[in-house]
C-alpha cells in the first residue's frame, strides 16, 4: 500500500446532522446511555490513611510492615513521609547510616555454608554409617587375640568413604544458589538524593526514606513511592508476570528489580532487601531448603533393602557361627567384616552422581544447563508440566493480530495499520509504538512519503496519541490519532452513530472475551495549512488487536512433551481471557479458572467435587501470583505427581523453587535462574523435549546400576554366609574389597552407556528392583556354592585338567585353602560384573550393544582380576595364586552360568513382574476412585523402616549445620511468619483491583 492510496480516499459525511431532523423528534428519543467501552484504564484513586494513630507507629519494619497497623504500599503520599520521618529534601548521611543499623542494607541475606562441614556432610547417611561402622570393626574391634588391627580394610573403607565424598561435594558445591542470584539481580546502583545532593551510590545502602531517581532504562532499585512522574512507564513483567508495560503516576508504587520503560521519576523509599516484593519472592524460594529431595528417598529405600538384607545374615552368623561352630572372636569378625563390606552398596551415591554428572553435560550439549544435578532423575519421572505464560509460551512482545483488524471506514486494513504507525513514535518507543511500528516490517515506512509537523505522544490522561503531518504526495496536511476506545470515539464526530458505537462495543467485547488489547485509530483532514488548527474532525477507521504471541515452537513443543506422557498446565499471572485465547491458539485447551478457585474451591453443584480433582482437570489458572503458583504446585506434588514448572521473571521463583524440577527459559531473570534446576539458552519449550527424554536414558542408567547393586548384595551376603554355615568358609574381606573396587570401577561408565528412553514417565518401582535383584542373586549364588561344592566335595576337575589345590591331592580340601579363596574371588568378580549386561538391556543381553567404554571397563577388569588370581600372593589376606588352568576352569564356568541369566529375565518378566504391575495398576484405579469420592488422594508412601532412613537423609546436613552455627561458621537468616502472608494480601489487591476495573473479561467464566 502507497500513500498515494490513503490520499485518494474521500473525506467522510459532514458530521452536521439533516435540516430535516425536528427538535420534536428528538425529544421523543430515549436518553442515551453512558457506554463503557472495557479496555484497559486507571480506576479512581481512593484515599487511604493508617488504621491506628500513626504517632503509635514506629520507624522499625515490625510497624512499618504491619499491615494491620497501615498499609505503607496505599496510604496517602503525605503520610508516607510522615511515617519515614522525612522529606523531599532527602536524609543526611548520618540518618541514612543509623537506618542501615535499624532495618539492614538493601539486599536479600545468604546463608554461607562451611566448606569442610559440607564435604563431611555426604559421610552423614545411612549406607555410609554402615561403612564408618565396618571400618570401626576393622580397626578398633578387631584388636585382640595377639593379632594386630585390620589396617588394610580399614584403609580401603576410608578410601571408598573419601572418593564418595569428594565426588559428592564437587557436584554440590558446582550447583546454583538461588538466593545468590535473586540478590545478585537487585540494581547494583541507585541515584539518590543524600544532604541535599543527587548523586550516584551503591544500591546495597538505600535505606527507607531516602529519595530516588530514575528514568528510561533504569531498574528501580527499592520499593518506592513515586513524588514526580512524568509519562512514567514501567515494566513488571519480571516481577508480576504482567505482559504490558504499567503506566505510573504520582503516588504510585514502584517494586524493586522492575525496569523504567519510558519517563522519568522520583521517589521515597518505602522498603529495602527483604522487606521488598522482590524480597518476600526470594523468602518463598528458600521455604523447602530441608526437605528430602525425590532422589535420597529412593536411596534410602534401596538402603532399607541391603541393609535389611545384611541385618539377617549378620545376626544369623553371629548366632550360628559363634555357639555352633565355636568360632573365635576375631574369625567371626572377618566373616561379618565380608558381609558389610561386600553388601552394602557404598559407591550407589557415587555411581549415581557420576551418572547424573555426565548426563548434565549431555543435556547441556541441548542448550539445557543443570544447577541442581539430581533434577535429571527427577525430570525423567516428571508428569506434570506447569508453564508460565508471557515469555515461556508466548514471546512476551506485543504485535498486531491482523486477522482480527476491524475497519469501520472506506480505509482497509493494512491501510489502517500503516496510519496507526504514522501517530507511533520512532524512537524512544513505548511497547504499543513498538508493536504497531514493528507490524509494519520496516521502521521506515512509520515516516515514508510525510512530514512530521507536530506529534503528542502518549500520556495518562489523554490516553492516546496524535500526529499532525503533510502529505508529501499531495501537500495536504491530515492527522491521525490512536489508543483507548473510550476516548477516541468520543473525537470522531464525523462518522459516530448509534450503530457505530454498538459495532465499536460489540467489538471491544469480542476482543476482551479473547484476551486481546484493543486500540483505536481515528483520522482526519485539515483544510488550511495551520498545523495547530482544527481538522474536519475524526472519524473512526479501525480497531486493532494487539496480543503477546505464542512462540513459533511452542504449539509443536506441547505436543511433544504430551506424547512422552507429561500433562502440560499453564498457570499465568495475566488475565483469563488471554489464557484461554492462549490455549485455544497452542491446542493447549481453554479449561482454565482464574485463581480466585484456588481460595474459595469448586462451585457447588459443578464437577468436581474437591479443589484437588478440580487443579487436575484444569487446562490452567489465570491471575495468579507467586503464592498461587507454589500452592498450586504444592496440591499436585502432594497428589503424587512429580510437578516440573516453567518461568522467566522473579514471580516465577518460588514455585520454581518448590517444583520437582523448575525450568528457566531462555532470556529468563537471574532470579527464575537461581531458584530453577533447569536453566535453557535458547528460546522456547523445545528444549524440553531433548531435556525430558535426555533424563529418561539417564534414569535408565540409574535403574539398570539400582538392579545390579541390589543383586550383588544378595548375592555377596547369602554367597558368603551359606559357605561360612556350610563349610565354615572364611573368605578374607580384603578380596571383597577388591572385588567393590573394581566392579565400582567398571560400573562408573554405565554413565555413558546406550540405553532406550520410555515412551511415558518413568517412576522408580522398586518391588520390581528387589524381585530382579533376589532373583539373580540367588542364581548367582548358587553357581558359587555349587562350584565350592564341586571342588570340596569331588575331584572332578583335578582329574579332568589335572589342576590342584595347596591341599595334598588324595586329602581331603581344606575349606579355607588359600588358593581355594582365590579361585572363589575370581569366579564372583568375573560373573559379577557380567551380570550388568543382563540388567541394562530388555531383551537378549547380546541384541542391545553396550557402549564401547563399558566394554573396555569390563574387559580391564577382568583382565586385572585373572592377573590378580594368577600372581598375587598376598599373605596377610589368606590369598595365593592359582594356574592358569584354574582360571580357564573359572571362565568356562562363568560362561555356563551367565548364559541363563536372560531365561531368568524373561520367566521374572511373565510371573513375578506381570503380577507385581497388575497390583500396581489395582492400587493405582482403587486409589483414584477413592479420590473422586472424596476420599483419601493418591500420595506416594513409605515404610516405618524407610521413613527412618529418610529421616537419616533429610538429617545429613541438620545436624552439622548446628555444629557450624555453634563454632562460628556461619549465621543462619530468619524470616518473620508474616512475610508470606504480606505477600499475598498485596498481590490480592492488585488483582481484585483489575477485576473491578475489567469485570466484562471474565463474564464468560
Keep these: 500500500m502507497s500513500d498515494h492510496n490513503i490520499s485518494e480516499k474521500e473525506a467522510g459525511p459532514d458530521p452536521t446532522p439533516p435540516a430535516e431532523s425536528s427538535p420534536a423528534v428528538e425529544q421523543e428519543q430515549p436518553e442515551k446511555r453512558k457506554r463503557e467501552y472495557k479496555d484497559f484504564g486507571h480506576e479512581e484513586e481512593k484515599t487511604h490513611h493508617a488504621n491506628v494513630d500513626m504517632s503509635q507507629i514506629e520507624l522499625r519494619a515490625e510497624d512499618l510492615y504491619d499491615k494491620d497497623k497501615v498499609d505503607i504500599e496505599e496510604v496517602d503520599i503525605d503520610d508516607v513521609f510522615k511515617l519515614l520521618q522525612c522529606d523531599d529534601a532527602g536524609l543526611t548521611e548520618a540518618e541514612a547510616a543509623r537506618r542501615i543499623e535499624i532495618f539492614g542494607p538493601n539486599k536479600l541475606e545468604q546463608k554461607e555454608q562451611n566448606p569442610i562441614l559440607q564435604f563431611l556432610s555426604f559421610m552423614w547417611n545411612p549406607l555410609s554409617w554402615v561403612m564408618e561402622g565396618a571400618a570401626l570393626v576393622a580397626i578398633a574391634l578387631s584388636n585382640g587375640q595377639g593379632m594386630a588391627p585390620d589396617w588394610q580394610d580399614f584403609v580401603g573403607i576410608v578410601l571408598l568413604l573419601f572418593i564418595n565424598s569428594a565426588i559428592g561435594f564437587y557436584e554440590e558445591h558446582n550447583a546454583g544458589n538461588a538466593v545468590k542470584a535473586l540478590m545478585d539481580s537487585l540494581a547494583p546502583k541507585a541515584k539518590c538524593k543524600r544532604d541535599g545532593k543527587w548523586n550516584e551510590i551503591e544500591a546495597s545502602i538505600l535505606v527507607p526514606g531516602d529519595m530516588v531517581s530514575f528514568k528510561i532504562g533504569d531498574i528501580v532499585p527499592a520499593d518506592c513511592r513515586l513524588t514526580e512522574a512524568i509519562n512514567v512507564s514501567i515494566d513488571q513483567a519480571a516481577l508480576t508476570g504482567e505482559s504490558l508495560p504499567q503506566s505510573k503516576k504520582l503516588g504510585d508504587e514502584c517494586f524493586s528489580g522492575s525496569t523504567c520503560k519510558q519517563g522519568e521519576a522520583e521517589g521515597v523509599v518505602i522498603s529495602t532487601g527483604p522487606n521488598t516484593f522482590f524480597g518476600r519472592a526470594a523468602t518463598l524460594v528458600?521455604?523447602?531448603?530441608?526437605?528430602?529431595?525425590?532422589?535420597?528417598?529412593?536411596?534410602?529405600?534401596?538402603?532399607?533393602?541391603?541393609?535389611?538384607?545384611?541385618?539377617?545374615?549378620?545376626?544369623?552368623?553371629?548366632?550360628?557361627?559363634?555357639?555352633?561352630?565355636?568360632?573365635?572372636?576375631?574369625?567371626?569378625?572377618?566373616?561379618?567384616?565380608?558381609?558389610?563390606?561386600?553388601?552394602?552398596?557404598?559407591?550407589?551415591?557415587?555411581?549415581?552422581?557420576?551418572?547424573?554428572?555426565?548426563?548434565?553435560?549431555?543435556?547441556?550439549?541441548?542448550?539445557?544447563?543443570?544447577?541442581?544435578?539430581?533434577?535429571?532423575?527427577?525430570?525423567?519421572?516428571?508428569?506434570?508440566?506447569?508453564?508460565?505464560?508471557?515469555?515461556?509460551?508466548?514471546?512476551?512482545?506485543?504485535?498486531?493480530?491482523?486477522?482480527?483488524?476491524?475497519?469501520?471506514?472506506?480505509?482497509?486494513?493494512?491501510?489502517?495499520?500503516?496510519?496507526?504507525?504514522?501517530?507511533?513514535?520512532?524512537?524512544?518507543?513505548?511497547?504499543?509504538?513498538?508493536?504497531?511500528?514493528?507490524?509494519?516490517?520496516?521502521?521506515?515506512?512509520?515516516?515514508?512519503?510525510?512530514?512530521?509537523?507536530?506529534?503528542?505522544?502518549?500520556?495518562?490522561?489523554?490516553?492516546?496519541?496524535?500526529?499532525?503531518?503533510?502529505?508529501?504526495?499531495?501537500?495536504?496536511?491530515?492527522?491521525?490519532?490512536?489508543?483507548?476506545?473510550?476516548?477516541?470515539?468520543?473525537?470522531?464526530?464525523?462518522?459516530?452513530?448509534?450503530?457505530?458505537?454498538?459495532?465499536?462495543?460489540?467489538?471491544?467485547?469480542?476482543?476482551?472475551?479473547?484476551?486481546?488489547?484493543?486500540?483505536?485509530?481515528?483520522?482526519?483532514?485539515?483544510?488550511?495549512?495551520?498545523?495547530?488548527?482544527?481538522?474536519?474532525?475524526?472519524?473512526?477507521?479501525?480497531?486493532?488487536?494487539?496480543?503477546?504471541?505464542?512462540?513459533?515452537?511452542?504449539?509443536?513443543?506441547?505436543?511433544?512433551?504430551?506424547?512422552?506422557?507429561?500433562?502440560?498446565?499453564?498457570?499465568?499471572?495475566?488475565?483469563?481471557?488471554?489464557?484461554?485465547?492462549?490455549?485455544?491458539?497452542?491446542?493447549?485447551?481453554?479449561h482454565m479458572y482464574p485463581s480466585k478457585v484456588l481460595k474459595d474451591g469448586p462451585a457447588p453443584g459443578g464437577k468436581h467435587m474437591t479443589l484437588d480433582e478440580m487443579i487436575l482437570d484444569a487446562d490452567g489458572f489465570a491471575g495468579v501470583f507467586p503464592e498461587h503458583k507454589y500452592e498450586i504446585v504444592k496440591r499436585l506434588q502432594a497428589l503424587g505427581h512429580l510437578v516440573a514448572m516453567t518461568g522467566d521473571g522473579a514471580n516465577d521463583a518460588p514455585a520454581l523453587s518448590k517444583a520437582n524440577v523448575g525450568i528457566a527459559v531462555e532470556g529468563a531473570t537471574d532470579a527464575a535462574r537461581g531458584a530453577a534446576d533447569i536453566v535453557l539458552t535458547e528460546p522456547g519449550l523445545s528444549t524440553i523435549v531433548h531435556a525430558i527424554r535426555g533424563s529418561r536414558i539417564i534414569f535408565q542408567r540409574m535403574r539398570n546400576y539400582a538392579i545390579y547393586a541390589c543383586a550383588v548384595t544378595i548375592r555377596i551376603v547369602v554367597c558368603f554366609a551359606v559357605l561360612a554355615f556350610a563349610y565354615n568358609f572364611d573368605f578374607p574381606p580384603f578380596m571383597v574389597l577388591i572385588i567393590a573396587l573394581l566392579n565400582d570401577g567398571t560400573i562408573m561408565t554405565l554413565s555413558v552407556d546406550r540405553v532406550l528412553p520410555s515412551n511415558e514417565p518413568d517412576s522408580w518401582d522398586l518391588a520390581e528392583i528387589f524381585a530382579y535383584a533376589v532373583a539373580y542373586g540367588i542364581y548367582l549364588t548358587l553357581s558359587t556354592v555349587i562350584l565350592v561344592i564341586v571342588i570340596i566335595e569331588t575331584t572332578f576337575f583335578q582329574d579332568k585338567f589335572g589342576v590342584n589345590l595347596e591341599s595334598p591331592?588324595?586329602?581331603?580340601?581344606?575349606?579355607?585353602?588359600?588358593?581355594?579363596?582365590?579361585?572363589?574371588?575370581?569366579?564372583?568378580?568375573?560373573?559379577?560384573?557380567?551380570?550388568?549386561?543382563?540388567?541394562?538391556?530388555?531383551?537378549?543381553?547380546?541384541?542391545?550393544?553396550?557402549?564401547?567404554?563399558?566394554?573396555?571397563?569390563?574387559?580391564?577388569?577382568?583382565?586385572?582380576?585373572?592377573?590378580?588370581?594368577?600372581?598375587?600372593?598376598?599373605?596377610?589376606?589368606?590369598?595365593?595364586?592359582?594356574?592358569?588352568?584354574?582360571?580357564?576352569?573359572?571362565?568356562?564356568?562363568?560362561?555356563?552360568?551367565?548364559?541363563?541369566?536372560?531365561?531368568?529375565?524373561?520367566?521374572?518378566?511373565?510371573?513375578?513382574?506381570?503380577?507385581?504391575?497388575?497390583?500396581?495398576?489395582?492400587?493405582?484405579?482403587?486409589?483414584?476412585?477413592?479420590?473422586?469420592?472424596?476420599?483419601?488422594?493418591?500420595?506416594?508412601?513409605?515404610?516405618?523402616?524407610?521413613?527412618?532412613?529418610?529421616?537419616?537423609?533429610?538429617?545429613?546436613?541438620?545436624?552439622?549445620?548446628?555444629v557450624a552455627n555453634r563454632i562460628g561458621f556461619g549465621g543462619r537468616v530468619t524470616i518473620r511468619d508474616n512475610e508470606l502472608q504480606r505477600f499475598g494480601t498485596r498481590q490480592a489487591q492488585e488483582a481484585g483491583s483489575q477485576l473491578a476495573r475489567h469485570p466484562s473479561r471474565t463474564s464468560g467464566v
Excluded at 553396550?850 to 585373572?866: E, K
Aim: net charge neutral; glycine share 8%; proline share 2%.
Design 286 to 590: 528458600g521455604q523447602d531448603n530441608d526437605e528430602t529431595g525425590h532422589l535420597q528417598k529412593i536411596l534410602a529405600q534401596i538402603g532399607t533393602f541391603c541393609l535389611v538384607s545384611i541385618g539377617i545374615f549378620v545376626i544369623a552368623e553371629i548366632c550360628v557361627l559363634y555357639p555352633a561352630f565355636n568360632y573365635t572372636y576375631r574369625r567371626g569378625l572377618n566373616d561379618i567384616l565380608v558381609l558389610l563390606i561386600g553388601g552394602i552398596p557404598i559407591a550407589m551415591p557415587t555411581v549415581l552422581s557420576v551418572t547424573l554428572a555426565v548426563g548434565a553435560q549431555q543435556l547441556a550439549k541441548h542448550k539445557a544447563i543443570v544447577t541442581r544435578i539430581t533434577a535429571i532423575e527427577e525430570l525423567a519421572g516428571v508428569t506434570i508440566l506447569c508453564s508460565d505464560k508471557t515469555g515461556t509460551l508466548t514471546t512476551n512482545k506485543l504485535t498486531i493480530d491482523k486477522g482480527t483488524v476491524k475497519t469501520y471506514s472506506r480505509f482497509g486494513v493494512e491501510e489502517v495499520m500503516l496510519l496507526a504507525a504514522y501517530a507511533s513514535r520512532t524512537e524512544n518507543q513505548d511497547a504499543i509504538d513498538s508493536c504497531v511500528v514493528g507490524s509494519l516490517g520496516d521502521i521506515k515506512k512509520a515516516r515514508e512519503g510525510i512530514t512530521l509537523l507536530d506529534f503528542k505522544p502518549f500520556n495518562p490522561v489523554d490516553k492516546r496519541t496524535e500526529i499532525t503531518y503533510r502529505e508529501e504526495s499531495t501537500g495536504r496536511l491530515k492527522r491521525v490519532t490512536k489508543g483507548m476506545t473510550g476516548i477516541i470515539i468520543e473525537l470522531c464526530t464525523r462518522n459516530k452513530t448509534e450503530e457505530l458505537e454498538n459495532k465499536l462495543e460489540a467489538d471491544v467485547e469480542e476482543f476482551a472475551m479473547r484476551g486481546l488489547r484493543a486500540l483505536a485509530v481515528a483520522y482526519e483532514e485539515l483544510d488550511h495549512d495551520d498545523h495547530e488548527g482544527e481538522g474536519n474532525g475524526f472519524e473512526l477507521i479501525g480497531l486493532l488487536a494487539i496480543f503477546d504471541p505464542p512462540r513459533d515452537d511452542t504449539k509443536e513443543t506441547i505436543d511433544n512433551a504430551l506424547k512422552l506422557g507429561v500433562k502440560v498446565k499453564m498457570v499465568t499471572g495475566d488475565q483469563l481471557a488471554i489464557a484461554k485465547e492462549t490455549g485455544r491458539r497452542l491446542g493447549l485447551g481453554d
Design 809 to 962: 591331592r588324595g586329602s581331603p580340601v581344606d575349606h579355607n585353602d588359600d588358593q581355594l579363596h582365590m579361585i572363589v574371588y575370581l569366579q564372583v568378580a568375573i560373573i559379577s560384573q557380567a551380570l550388568i549386561f543382563v540388567t541394562r538391556s530388555h531383551g537378549f543381553f547380546f541384541m542391545e550393544r553396550p557402549s564401547y567404554a563399558l566394554m573396555a571397563a569390563f574387559c580391564l577388569a577382568q583382565l586385572v582380576s585373572s592377573i590378580i588370581a594368577g600372581f598375587a600372593d598376598w599373605g596377610f589376606t589368606d590369598i595365593k595364586h592359582i594356574s592358569g588352568g584354574w582360571i580357564g576352569i573359572v571362565w568356562v564356568w562363568n560362561i555356563v552360568w551367565f548364559l541363563p541369566l536372560d531365561l531368568i529375565k524373561f520367566a521374572m518378566k511373565a510371573t513375578v513382574i506381570k503380577y507385581l504391575r497388575e497390583r500396581h495398576l489395582r492400587a493405582v484405579r482403587a486409589a483414584g476412585a477413592a479420590g473422586a469420592e472424596g476420599g483419601v488422594p493418591l500420595t506416594r508412601t513409605k515404610s516405618r523402616a524407610e521413613s527412618i532412613l529418610s529421616a537419616g537423609y533429610k538429617s545429613r546436613t541438620r545436624i552439622l549445620d548446628r
